[in-house]
């Protein structure tokens, strides 16, 4: 019985040490990294840090739909799909900057990728993606390739440490083989 007691003490001192750290849940920082910022999702109406994607390959595009490229919203699904079990997300952040091309209400973008396109990956609420007043996170990638977003769907594939590792241009779809190759080859690492 002593031995019951003495095991239930230990167990019991073991919980108090475990809920006096990190939350479960807890996103880690990941300071330096274009992930080391918050957004707000777009059907919610608390922001999120991005930290949460740290240890993912994520691909950040800028999206609008009303634009030429707004159909490679099905192919980011279609990735997104193919590659999340391996760790890879999809952070859409759409923009009304180049010619306009998106709803000014946040449940209305929603509504309009979820019924036409099935998206079902994060997407955050409009945004600026260039210029002197752009969210951090397009700050950072600026930062980091030298390229800031020249159209709607541009694209950038972070690697799993946080680290930019490309960067596509608009006109790239989503089903292009050197983007699939380097999202896989980044999984693989």
């Known amino acids: ?7 239930v003490w230990r167990l019991m001192l073991s919980g ?21 910022s918050t957004l707000q999702p777009l059907t919610t109406d608390a922001p999120v840090s ?8 994520v691909l950040v595009v800028n999206t ?19 590659f999340r079990k391996r760790g890879f997300t999809v952070i859409g952040v759409p923009s009304d900057q180049f010619g306009g091309q ?3 209400d946040d449940e209305k973008i929603a509504a309009f990728c979820k019924l036409n396109f099935g998206v079902s990956f994060p ?18 990638l600026l930062a980091a390739t030298g390229q800031a977003p020249q ?17 596509w241009p608009s006109r ?7 983007l699939v190759s380097a999202i896989d080859a980044a999984l693989d690492d």
């Not at 609008?64 to 490679?72: D, K, L, M």
């Not at 997407?123 to 950072?140: E, F, H, K, N, Q």
């Open 64 to 82: 609008a739909s009303q634009c030429g490229f707004t159909s490679q919203y099905e192919g980011l699904e279609t990735l997104y799909q193919r």
């Open 123 to 140: 997407m955050y609420t409009r945004s600026r993606v260039t210029g002197d007043d752009a969210i951090a996170l397009y700050r950072a």
């Open 16 to 36: 108090v040490a475990l809920a006096s750290g990190p939350a479960i849940g807890a996103e880690a920082p990941c300071p330096g990294t274009p992930l080391d």
């Open 50 to 57: 991005l930290c949460r994607h740290l240890g993912e390959v």
């Open 151 to 167: 159209w709607n769907f541009h694209k950038y594939l972070i690697g799993r440490d946080g680290r930019v590792l490309g960067e």
């Open 1 to 7: 019985m002593k031995q019951i007691h003495h095991l």
């Open 102 to 104: 998106e709803y000014a």
């Open 172 to 178: 790239i779809s989503p089903h292009d083989a050197q």
